[in-house]
Structures are given as structure tokens and as C-alpha cells.
């Protein structure tokens, strides 16, 4: 007699054994599990470690089997165990006291000093996840525990932090290194331990099972251990059939199985809304008549060999595409929208030719040819600060004007004169000006003594150290003053403080 398979997995608390789902991923980081239904005390995980039983009992709970202690801190299961440096740690648990509560966790031995990696309910009626890394480390919950009301919780430890979460939700993360690794011979514990005071706590409550994996448990695997409790089971194939009879048992079954050699015929009733599939025993084929439910369908589906044919109507905006039927190509026509172009550009074999007119700016500026000394006006030439000394010599000054201007408009009268390469030569500069006899000063009277000699020779200048009267420069300037005129007045300035410091400096001295 065949069994009949069951889906494959639990979706409450399994009143009988049940293995480990394979199909689960988690299954495979597992190194202890203990459920309280079926193998009783037996390790479900990887390591096949059993419990042992101090006091306490396998009781019926709220949702079937669970560990149950006493109350007591002489009541408790405990199974050899090892203290993994990143671990996550999972129980479904009901409050029988609704503070100080001792759940699960990892100890030397049973309400041994030496402990962590424990869910705790603490004296405030909240959960508490804790671990032992250089220091206590607490993740507390922000919600409390209630009296016979089920709470799943995940206490998780990555080497960085340690989270709690409660109910599928994470309520608390504190920062933490890895858990404490120095057991000598760790034990998992259920009912019984400590705090991290010092102070002895018994568990009164229902345990449904506890987990212990080797893996820190990210947030959606949290999550799917709350929503999936038991997923990490595989529901047994089972047989539905009466020990004394080959008939289902079921609820309303009407198939009928007869000891025989002929064959079992099946009558299925499809339970639908306005179901017109009718399935009775015999040798024809089973035909069944589907009705498409849409919107305006247009599609017939008709009993023949014929293939079935679907005609599809494009519906567009205003398309001006048409699509008949025949061997010919679709022909699509596109229309391209562009916006208005603001240029226009004859289509002719001519090339395109542009006109460029040079709009120079009126140049001010007119030379004349005359006598006459050239002087700076408003919008005249503006030379760089010049740098030119003028010392007392019989030689001329001869003075170079550059004419530059981009695009000029400047106009040469008619003179004699001739401008060659933009030099205007002056001739009153050319000839040099007159030099006037000057009468010698008297020297110093024979017999004067030395020190006033030298003094009066220092005063006179007469020691090379003459100081020079700063020459008359013409300066001129526009309505607003640029910063090439400034600068001009600006080292004019200079030159005659200089002279008259030296001139106060010597007259100190």
C-alpha cells in the first residue's frame, strides 16, 4: 500500500518526531537543536548531542510537547555543548513568571560562574540576550514579558555587535567583540543558571525547542525564523489508512478501492465555481472544456485539430500603420517631430556664403604733421609707467611713439611730414635744446680745516653724492582716471619723496 506524502514542512509546533528539513539552508549551520516533541531529549543538529534531566520534565504546553523545570535551580536539561566565537541562539519560549526568568544559554556547568551566550527574561520583565567579551555585554529588549503569552526570540553575536530580536523584530543592538572562548568542557543549558551578577535564577517556563547555530543570522533570516518557526523540520511521508482496511479514512472521500486485480478506477470531483468537468470511469480520454474569462475576448477555442488562431487588434494613438494580412512586408510609416528650426538652409548645388563687415571702434587719436610737441589728451596713447631717467648731458632726447591698434581708423592729414612704420620723429627734439652758461660756484677758501671741508663739500655735493632734482614730467588725465594714469602719478610721486628724503636726510646728517 502506497503512502501518501504531506507538505514538507510544519506550520505549528509537530506532535511527533519529525527530521530536519534539508531543504532548508539553515539546517546545515545547526550544531545543536533539541524540540521538545517526538525524539524527546534527543539532539536534532549536526552533533547528535542528548540531553540530560535534572528535575524537570517533557510536559504538555500551550502548543504541544515542551521542556518544562520546576522553578527550581536544581531543575534543568543540560547537554555537552561548544562555545562558538560567532553564533546565533534561538528559542520559543512561554513566561510561566513574567521576570527573572532563566531561558537557555552556554555555562561550565549547570548555575556554574562561568557563562554566556544566554536569552534571559531579567528582573524588569524584559528579554535580555547575553555574552561574555572582555566584559558583559546585554542586548535588552524594549517590549515586556507577558504571563502565557509565546515570544520567539534571536539572540545574534557577529564579532561586532550583538543584536536581540523579539518576535521577528530587532529591539536592541549593542556593541560587542566576540564572545568568550575559554570553557574547559561548555554545557547548553535549559531552566537553570545565573545572572551576571552572581545571583542564582531558575526557568519556570514552556520551552518548545531551542537552536543553537554557527552562524550569525542576518535580518531576513530573522525574520523567516519568526514567520517559518518550524520550517526547519520535514514533515514524514504517513499513511492515512485504517490498519484493518484499504479504504480512505478521509473526511467526505468517495473513492472506493476494492481487493482486486482490476484496475482502480478514480472518480474526482472538481470543486469550482459553475464547474462543467465531469471525469466518470472508462476507457475514453478525459476531455475538459476551459472557458477563457477576459475582457471582450475575442478568442474561440473550438474542438478540432485545427491550430488555434488569436487575432490581436494594435490599439494606438491616431496610427497611420496598417497591417494586413498576405506574404508582403509591414510597412510602417514614421513621421519625425522636430521642433521649428530658426535656420533656413536652400537645398541648391551653390555653397553658403557669409559676409563678415570689421566694425572697428572710432580711434580718437589724430597726428598732425606740425612743429608742435605731441601731449597725451583723453583717449590718447597709454604708455606702461615709464622707467626713463633724463640726466644733465649736451645729448638729445630722442622719444619712439608706437602706434598700436587693431582695425584702425586713424587718418593722416596732409602735411610735408611723412609717418614711416608708426615712428613720429620730433624735430624740436631732434635738435636738442640750448645749453645755458651756468656761473661756477666758488670753492672752498684755502686754509679751511679738514672736517668743515668735508662738511662743506657734503652739503654742496660736491662728493659724488649730488642730489638730482626730479625732472618736470606733464601728466594728464580722463574724466575717469585709469589705472595706467594713476600709476604714472603714482611713480612721479615716488621719484620726488625720494629726492627730499635724501635732501632731509643729509641736512640731519
Not at 549593542?174 to 574547559?184: M, P, Q, S, V
Not at 474561440?300 to 496610427?319: E, K, Q, W
Not at 589728451?377 to 649736451?394: E, H, V, Y
Not at 585709469?482 to 615716488?494: D, G, M, S
Request: aromatic residues 6%.
Amino acid at each position: 500500500m502506497s503512502a501518501l506524502l504531506l507538505p514538507n514542512r510544519f506550520k505549528q509546533q509537530p506532535q511527533y518526531a519529525a527530521a530536519l528539513n534539508d531543504a532548508n539552508l539553515l539546517t546545515r549551520h545547526i550544531e545543536q537543536a533539541y524540540f521538545a516533541a517526538g525524539w524527546q531529549l534527543n539532539d536534532a543538529g549536526n552533533s547528535k548531542r542528548s540531553f540530560s534531566n535534572t528535575g524537570a520534565s517533557i510536559s504538555v504546553g500551550r502548543d504541544g510537547p515542551a521542556f518544562k523545570t520546576s522553578g527550581s535551580t536544581s531543575s534543568y536539561f543540560t547537554a555537552p555543548s561548544a562555545a562558538l566565537i560567532r553564533f546565533s541562539l534561538e528559542a520559543h519560549y512561554i513566561p510561566n513568571a513574567a521576570a527573572s526568568q532563566y531561558i537557555c544559554g552556554i555555562q561550565e556547568a549547570p548555575n556554574a560562574v562561568s557563562h554566556d551566550r544566554e536569552l534571559r527574561i531579567d528582573s524588569a520583565g524584559r528579554f535580555l540576550f547575553y555574552i561574555y567579551a572582555g566584559a558583559p555585554k546585554q542586548a535588552i529588549s524594549i517590549s515586556s514579558a507577558a504571563v502565557n503569552i509565546p515570544v520567539h526570540l534571536l539572540g545574534v553575536s557577529d564579532g561586532t555587535n550583538i543584536y536581540l530580536y523579539v518576535n521577528g523584530v530587532l529591539e536592541a543592538t549593542t556593541a560587542a567583540g566576540d564572545a568568550y572562548g575559554g570553557y574547559a568542557s561548555p554545557e547548553f543549558v535549559i531552566g537553570a543558571g545565573q545572572t551576571d551578577a552572581g545571583v542564582s535564577i531558575p526557568g519556570s517556563g514552556l520551552l518548545n525547542y531551542a537552536v543553537y547555530f554557527n552562524k550569525a543570522l542576518n535580518a531576513s533570516e530573522a525574520r523567516s525564523r519568526y514567520d517559518n518557526k518550524f520550517s526547519l523540520l520535514r514533515a514524514p511521508a504517513r499513511r492515512i489508512f485504517s490498519a484493518s482496511s484499504s479504504n480512505l479514512i478521509a473526511a467526505a472521500c468517495i473513492q472506493t478501492n476494492t481487493v482486486g486485480v482490476a484496475a482502480i478506477v478514480q472518480d474526482h470531483i472538481l470543486a469550482g465555481t459553475a464547474s462543467s468537468q465531469g471525469n466518470t470511469g472508462g476507457t475514453t480520454a478525459v476531455s475538459g472544456n476551459h472557458g477563457l474569462a477576459g475582457a471582450a475576448s475575442a478568442q474561440g477555442n473550438a474542438s478540432g485539430i485545427g491550430a488555434v488562431a488569436y487575432a490581436f487588434t494594435l490599439a494606438g494613438g491616431a496610427a497611420s500603420q496598417s497591417n494586413t494580412a498576405g506574404t508582403g512586408a509591414a510597412v510602417q510609416v514614421h513621421v519625425l517631430l522636430i521642433a521649428t528650426a530658426v535656420q533656413a538652409n536652400d537645398s541648391r548645388t551653390a555653397g553658403i556664403a557669409q559676409a563678415y563687415i570689421l566694425l572697428p571702434s572710432s580711434s580718437a587719436q589724430i597726428n598732425t604733421a606740425s612743429t608742435g610737441t605731441i601731449t597725451l589728451g583723453n583717449g590718447g596713447l597709454a604708455p606702461a609707467p615709464s622707467a626713463q631717467g633724463n640726466i644733465t648731458a649736451a645729448g638729445a632726447i630722442i622719444q619712439a611713439h608706437v602706434l598700436a591698434v587693431m582695425a584702425s581708423g586713424q587718418g593722416n592729414s596732409t602735411s610735408t611730414g611723412v609717418i614711416s612704420d608708426g615712428i613720429v620723429v620730433e624735430s624740436l627734439l631732434a635738435t636738442g635744446t640750448v645749453v645755458t652758461p651756468r656761473t661756477k660756484k666758488p670753492g672752498v677758501p684755502a686754509g679751511t680745516p679738514e672736517w668743515l671741508k668735508t662738511m662743506i663739500e657734503i652739503l654742496t655735493g660736491r662728493r659724488a653724492n649730488k642730489i638730482a632734482v626730479p625732472g618736470f614730467q606733464l601728466l594728464t588725465f580722463s574724466a575717469i582716471p585709469t589705472k595706467a594714469e594713476c600709476e604714472a602719478l603714482y611713480a612721479y610721486t615716488n621719484t620726488v619723496r625720494h629726492a627730499l628724503e635724501q635732501l632731509i636726510s643729509r641736512m640731519d646728517g
